[in-house]
């Protein structure tokens, strides 16, 4: 994870420099004030960790930067005040508190094709074939539309004061954070050339972490401080919203989780994939604190 983030930071920044010359002065220091936040970068860490250990070869960093991208455009979206209107982000005012609701929209907006851009820059470094480039921007994207996290933040957003069961948070969290994370650890198999039984395994791998990390995600805004999030804590029980801490309390919930995340290393030491890097990243979902 370190070393992903200080990989992942470097390309970012790069791309950063060039939005603010290439975007008016407002719109380009908002996207790269985004872009520019400490994160986890599990998203990126994911393709990174999955391309290395099925064989990929090259310097995938600015392909698994994309996804980064992908992902910090959500993160502006949802703060905004018309979704769950935040103030805090990552240990500091959110986009919008900075910059304003129209900037921070329209920087948001304008990460997506960006996120395009980086992808292909990304290919190209590595010489990937253009069916392949496809074949990533078809995951990627299809994560991030109506069928992915916009679908999943919609039926988010109507279940705010409704008593949901299982199955029905469960679709949520799967659309909303699990499509990306799923879509990052397939980019991470497509990119190394796996044939498509492994990368099918790697999909129920990031099918089963991505689960796993919004129930804890769920559990940790009921349990941990604004300063150990660097976000605003307690957020989704003011918001009446329907997560796994509300259906099943906080420690079954975790130990949902956890079954998730063993169920995730399951999946890929059924085709032969026996990664302690990958099982690190499957723990590190459920044992984080922020």
């Known amino acids: 994870m ?11 920044a790069e791309w950063c420099d060039r939005v603010q010359r290439e975007l008016p002065d407002e719109i380009g ?20 960790g999955v391309f290395s250990e099925l064989g990929g070869a090259g310097d995938a960093t600015e392909l698994a930067a994309a996804l980064e991208v992908i992902h910090t455009y959500s993160l502006v979206h949802d703060d ?9 982000r990552r240990g500091r005012p ?3 508190r900075r910059f304003g609701i129209a900037a921070a929209t329209e920087a948001g907006f304008r990460m997506v094709p960006l996120a395009a851009r980086v992808l292909t820059a990304g290919a190209t470094r590595l010489g990937l074939s253009s069916g392949t480039l ?3 921007g078809r995951e990627v994207f299809q994560a991030a539309g109506a069928s992915g996290m ?20 469960g679709e949520i969290h799967r659309k909303k954070t699990g499509a990306l994370i ?3 650890a397939v980019v991470g198999a497509l990119a190394a050339g796996a044939p498509p039984v492994r990368v099918e395994a790697v ?4 099918r089963e972490i991505g689960f796993a990390f919004q129930v804890v995600d769920d559990v940790l805004d009921a349990t941990a401080t604004s300063q150990e999030l660097g976000k605003t804590a307690g957020k989704d029980a003011r918001q009446h919203k329907a997560t796994f801490a509300t259906v099943y309390g906080n420690e079954a919930a975790l130990a949902q989780a956890r079954a998730s995340t063993r169920n995730a290393v399951d999946h890929l030491a059924v085709v032969g994939i026996h990664s302690s890097l990958l099982a690190g990243l499957a723990n590190f979902v459920v044992s984080r604190r922020s």
């Open 2 to 12: 370190r070393d992903a983030r200080s990989s992942i930071d470097g390309v970012l």
């Open 29 to 48: 220091a908002a996207i790269a004030y985004s872009l520019g936040a400490s994160g986890k970068r599990l998203r990126p860490a994911l393709v990174l």
């Open 80 to 88: 905004l005040p018309c979704m769950d209107d935040d103030d805090l």
């Open 94 to 96: 959110t986009t919008h």
């Open 134 to 136: 496809a074949a990533m």
């Open 150 to 169: 916009i679908g999943g933040q919609v039926l988010d957003l109507e279940a705010e004061g409704q008593r949901l069961d299982a199955s029905a948070v």
């Open 182 to 184: 799923t879509a990052s």
């Open 203 to 206: 999909r129920d791998f990031g």
